[in-house]
């Protein structure tokens, strides 16, 4: 009877934990060998439903280190890798820069959107995936993929904007598009999403995952402002395309709410206070949100009929 195998390979948002600029209260404390906070690398989210055969959820710069670090992933040959594919929800560095590593001639699958796919495609030095063995598959909203046999996936849109690198003078934020996508993940009978970026909880989208077995959330920043007051950035997260965990329209309100098995933050930045004990994690957790660390593995077994 199939399941789904999750394991985040890396829970911090972009730049990880510590940022190598940042000498904020966690980046100090995730320096310093005697603190409890342990380091925690960029985002990205890895699913099986054999144990053997990997599904890579977006591809972090630190995804070389993810992958020794969990021997799941290593190879079992002399060339040899059990990552059979590759989902994008996005085209931010922290989600693509990984795909360089992937270059060392090894085949695997690569979908995602048209749009991020013309995103790569525009970009030569993604060049250095042999097209001989790197599929490129580009995939529509609303359409199911089989990235791993044995498990249905489909991609929606959700609210975001661009990568930093495209953002223009007129920057539409807030915007539907499939330049920034959540996940389904089907097996079993049982129902799964990851969402590491959401500027918004729309009617829409709150139906769709309702009654689901487990959300990993965007859990980028819990006030809007945290950046600002903590004098690391001059945007607030909504500008940055995350919704807040806290305060109007936060997503602790709006996913508790709702009838999920399980909630888990995902994409976390470095300056949230969640990462260690205090009153925020406390509220989170009471909540009954789990806070994802690297490594953490969760297992949705199938539903018996």
């Known amino acids: 009877m199939a399941s789904i195998r999750f394991l985040v390979l890396g829970a911090a948002a972009g730049g990880g934990l510590p940022q190598w600029n940042c000498g904020c209260v966690n980046c100090r404390a995730a320096r310093d060998p005697a603190a409890p906070l342990m380091p925690q690398t960029q985002s990205s989210l890895a699913a099986s439903v054999d144990g053997e055969n990997w599904v890579l959820f977006n591809a972090s710069p630190d995804l070389r280190t993810q992958i020794e670090h969990n021997r799941m992933l290593h190879p079992k040959d002399l060339r040899d890798s059990p990552i059979r594919s590759v989902v994008l929800t996005n085209g931010d560095v922290d989600h693509i820069a990984g795909l360089l590593t992937l270059r060392e001639k ?20 993604f060049g250095v995936l042999d097209p001989a063995l790197v599929a490129k598959i580009e995939v529509d909203l609303e359409t199911d993929i089989t990235p791993l046999a044995g498990l249905t996936v489909r991609l929606f849109a959700v609210p975001g904007k661009v990568p930093l690198y495209q953002e223009t003078s007129e920057l539409s934020l807030d915007q539907e598009t499939d330049q920034t996508v959540g996940v389904e993940l089907c097996a079993g ?117």
């Not at 090894?106 to 030095?125: C, D, I, K, M, W």
């Not at 402002?225 to 690391?232: K, V």
């Not at 888990?264 to 009471?286: D, M, S």
Request: aromatic fraction near 8%.
């Open 189 to 305: 009978g049982r129902r799964a999403y990851y969402i590491p970026g959401c500027g918004r909880m729309t009617e829409a989208l709150a139906r769709r995952i309702d009654g689901a077995d487990i959300v990993f959330f965007d859990g980028t920043l819990f006030t809007d402002d945290e950046m600002i007051r903590a004098g690391t950035g001059l945007k607030t997260g909504r500008r940055m395309g995350h919704m807040p965990i806290t305060g109007d329209g936060g997503s602790l309100e709006a996913l508790g709410r709702l009838a999920i098995g399980r909630r888990l933050y995902i994409h976390i930045n470095n300056t949230n206070p969640i990462w260690r004990a205090g009153p925020e994690r406390a509220a989170v957790e009471a909540a009954g949100f789990t806070i994802c660390h690297d490594g953490l593995e969760v297992i949705l077994d199938a539903q018996f009929q």
């Open 106 to 125: 090894q085949e695997f699958s690569l979908f995602a959107t048209p749009g991020l796919q013309a995103l790569l495609a525009a970009h030569p030095v």
